[in-house]
């Protein structure tokens, strides 16, 4: 990709530069209000092919739900907000069909009155956005199946509910958007079925930390198709809708949710002989700048660094998209700030349930080669254990090794999950190590933390598995271990369920019954959740034995199961 050529917003002479940005919303609109705070006098005109230029797409489906009542509350800034705060004109219901790089020029077509005309530019903004994927399979069109993606999206499924008076519906796709438009259905007293083609729900986390999230659903009343995709859908009687999964199942619904994905919009950039990189997105510079010297591009079209896995990626989030968005037009203005890459920082909210995670998931790991790395479980509550109503948190911690870098944290809990995510996003990004975690100075009051707050444990367990004060054994290894298996913890709790073969050792017998373990042979310890098979770790190492801690204990053990990953 050459960028040689320098743009400014000011020519040589001195005269306004004119900037187009092709689509508003997150990128665009954030590009042209950005542009107009550090440039009076450049002419900036933003065309959006829907009715609005900046809304939040995020809360569509807390409209649907009814939790957003009122519509107007969607819209972040007006095409007429645009015009007197900023002096930028805005075209909406105006869609851009083609782009001459040579000539500088775009081609527009006014939908509303069905008029092409040509607009000329010196710098240009590509913020087309995603399209949600409607796979072409029989029957994806029939009405009553919605993606959302718009607020008129959101409208038709509301004026569907209202109208055919819709007691069911089937959701395909258990991501980010499923889960919400589940959560929100059922708000309207929906009973909701959900098809997802992985085993798991919540692709983006690694299979047991999406455990709970799936026991949760299933506690809710959620009758859950893992493993199941979509084959066809066909017209029930009246107005219902029958859903075939590829195994067989037949879904009867009175509406459909197709939440599958979504697809960067990246026809008109590809047209135009722009780069287009090989996850589908457009490429683009560390300043927004595409393979065009005067074209930026910015948002869910483009493909930006990983900044933990060194991998291009398509992140089709608000928050990275809104910092690109910034990125392009202190580019354009000459500035020299750079968009620093991502790291996937993501939280969803699904019926009283918090999920959230940051950097590399274990399977992101793998698949991008890297294998230097180690992980921790740990199960603290949310907040002082003394204080009522202390909530678990679920937290998996992945660092490198041996240096400790952070590279990636996965939560899931009621309470206080997004809080301890964003502190180790924030790690990550100032290339944060677990022994940062572990002095980390967080707010501690009992009944918002601890002393040792969740991060804090986080990296305090991690920065002993590096030392070597609790050396970590493979849960992966457990069906192939020769390793003596022992639960440290009470009788009556290693009655009511336990590790196949595990021997009962309590931690209070521990230091008389020493002498009943072998110093030859590795002896992986548990318990309910990590603590007390660490005390009895460090005990047993300064004895001269071998121990190893099953990190986070029984209670990682049977989500590690309930996802299929251990016997």
């Known amino acids: 990709m050459s960028n040689e050529e320098s743009v ?3 020519g040589e002479t001195g005269e306004a530069r004119r900037v187009l940005v092709v689509g508003g919303v997150a990128g665009g609109a954030s590009c042209a209000a950005r542009l107009r705070r550090l440039d009076e006098s450049a002419e900036v005109v933003v065309f959006d092919r829907g009715p609005y230029v900046s809304f939040a797409n995020c809360g569509l489906p807390y409209y649907v739900g009814n939790v957003i009542a009122d519509e107007r509350k969607l819209l972040v800034a ?5 015009r007197s705060r900023f002096n930028v004109s805005v075209h909406t219901e105006t869609e851009v069909t083609a782009l001459d790089r040579k000539a500088r020029t775009l081609t527009v077509r006014d939908l509303r009155a069905h008029t092409v005309r040509q607009e000329c530019y010196d710098a240009l903004v590509l913020a087309p956005g995603a399209a949600p994927i409607r796979p072409p399979l029989p029957g994806v069109d029939l009405p009553g199946v919605f993606a959302v993606r718009s607020i008129p999206d959101s409208r038709r499924i509301r004026a569907w509910i209202a109208e055919r008076e819709a007691r069911t519906a089937v959701v395909i796709g258990g991501g980010f958007i499923g889960l919400e438009m589940v959560e929100n259905l059922i708000h309207r007293k929906l009973s909701v079925t959900l098809l997802e083609k992985l085993t798991q729900v919540m692709p983006p986390l690694d299979p047991e930390m999406a455990v709970p999230v799936r026991q949760h659903l299933e506690d809710r009343g959620v009758d859950l198709h893992l493993g199941d995709g979509l084959a066809r859908i066909a017209q029930g009687t009246g107005h219902s809708l029958i859903v075939v999964s590829e ?7 009175d509406m459909v949710i197709l939440a599958i994905g979504v697809r960067p919009e990246t026809a008109l950039a590809s047209e135009a002989g722009l780069e287009i990189g090989p996850r589908g997105g457009i490429v683009v510079d560390d300043q927004m700048r595409t ?5 930026w591009a910015v948002g869910d079209a483009v493909e930006v660094r990983d900044v933990v896995t060194g991998q291009e990626t398509v992140l089709p989030l608000a928050g990275p998209a809104n910092r690109q968005g910034r990125v392009a037009a202190e580019s354009i203005a000459g500035r020299a700030t750079r968009f620093r890459g991502v790291q996937a920082t993501a939280v969803v909210g699904v019926l009283g349930l918090t999920a959230a995670s940051t950097g590399a998931s274990e399977k992101g790991l793998r698949r991008a080669g890297i294998t230097t790395f180690d992980k921790v479980y740990l199960h603290p509550g949310h907040h002082a254990g003394y204080y009522p109503g202390a909530q678990p948190i679920r937290l998996k911690l992945l660092f490198s090794v041996p240096d400790g870098r952070i590279l990636g944290a996965q939560a899931v809990g009621r309470k206080g999950v997004e809080k301890r995510i964003d502190v180790i996003a924030t790690a990550i990004q100032f290339g944060g190590t677990v022994h940062d975690l572990a002095e980390a100075e967080l707010c501690y009051a009992p009944q918002f933390g601890a002393a040792k707050d969740p991060v804090n444990l986080a990296g305090m367990i991690a920065a002993n598995a590096l030392n070597g ?5 493979d849960w992966m290894q457990l069906g ?6 022992v639960d440290v913890r009470e009788p009556e709790e290693f009655a009511a369920g336990h590790i196949p073969r595990a021997m009962n050792v309590p931690l209070s017998q521990l230091r008389q019954r020493v002498g009943e373990l072998p110093r030859d042979r590795e002896i992986w310890l548990s318990c309910g959740v990590g603590q007390r098979a660490y005390y009895a770790t460090r005990f047993l190492a300064q004895n001269g034995l071998r121990p190893r ?4 204990g029984y209670t990682t053990y049977q989500t590690l199961r309930a996802a299929g990953m251990v016997s």
Do not use: K, Q, W, Y
């Open 291 to 295: 393979s065009d010297a005067r074209i």
């Open 469 to 473: 004060d609790m050396p970590l054994a």
């Open 247 to 253: 195994g067989g199942a037949e879904l009867t619904a």
């Open 480 to 485: 192939r271990t020769d390793a003596l298996l």
């Open 78 to 82: 007006s095409a007429e907000t645009f």
């Open 549 to 552: 801690n099953l990190s986070g």
């Open 8 to 10: 400014s917003v000011r």
